[in-house]
């Protein structure tokens, strides 16, 4: 179980490491060491040294094999579920996997194989099979997720043809802890459109609201590594607004609005050209009524504008 533990963690001790700036911590984070090009043949190197020098290898390799090897690759893949996003291919420069259909924490995933080590750590005689039910549990929420947000996605779909939207970019993702409540982000020509959709209720046609954002100043500041580096990292899924004369790029996968979590200044104003500056990631707070208006909606409509 510690073996199970330290492995599930090692992908992720990569938030220790200092990439040198504000972006390139948050576009780094998920880079290296949760490729799939890097575990594999480290699971295979490490099973080799294991299977040298500890007798519990030796007497079952198959079987450590595998334990090793899911124990690392299942990581990524359960990341790259999340908004966040993963880069599965490092070193390859293809934008992160991010298909965005589960929270980054979401109980209802968590829970099952929580309860299944905890029944093991103390029961041996059922362990194993609480452990297998955590499992199956846990992988069929996951499965879940894909229906709820194909059902989502249709209901956007059908909303934007409305509009005359239907080709428009889209980013759908779940709100906080659930995957009731789903999050629509549709990038237009002078903005943003933001929406929201219940699996619990019908509120027939889906609703969105407008939002500007300085796409010229993103444009002018094209130049600027962290302005092309957020943009590729997002997939272009970015908003952008004037601060006292510095230009901030937030991230629309994740919050929602007015607030979201990763917000970069990159940029000043100069004359005429926007100036590169050093990346700096402003603080954040959704407030304690956040998660409240999140349970509220998923039973309740929003009001029609």
Known sequence: MLIGAGLGTLPDLDVFIDFGG??????????????????APFSALLWLV???????????????????????L???????????????????????TSW??????????????????????????VGGTAL?????????????????????????????????????PVFL?????????????VMTDDGYLEGFDSLVIDEGTMQFTAHASEKNAIDDAGDIWAVNRLRWFSQGFVKAHIDNGRLVISDLRMGQEPTYVFSHVVAARGNPHWNEIPAELLPVSFGDRAMMEVWDRIWRPAKRQ
């Open 173 to 185: 993702t779940p709100t906080p802890f659930n995957t009731l409540l789903w999050r629509a982000v």
């Open 132 to 168: 297998r039910v955590g499992l199956v549990v846990s992988t069929m929420y996951v499965g879940w997720s894909w229906v709820a947000q194909a059902n989502v996605s249709r209901n956007v779909q059908d909303a934007l043809a409305a509009l005359q939207l239907q080709d428009a």
């Open 74 to 96: 299942t990581h990524p893949l359960i990341d790259a579920h999340t908004a966040y996003g993963t880069q599965l291919f490092w070193p390859f420069t293809v934008p992160p």
């Open 22 to 39: 504000a972006v390139e911590n948050y576009t780094y984070h998920r880079g290296f060491s949760h490729s799939l090009f890097v575990l």
């Open 50 to 72: 294991l299977r040298h020098s500890w007798a519990p290898v030796r007497d079952e390799p198959l079987r450590w094999f595998a334990a090793l090897g899911l124990a690392l």
């Open 100 to 125: 965005a259909t589960l929270f980054i924490i979401d109980p209802l995933y968590t829970m099952p194989l929580l309860v299944g080590v905890l029944v093991a750590a103390f029961n041996n005689k």
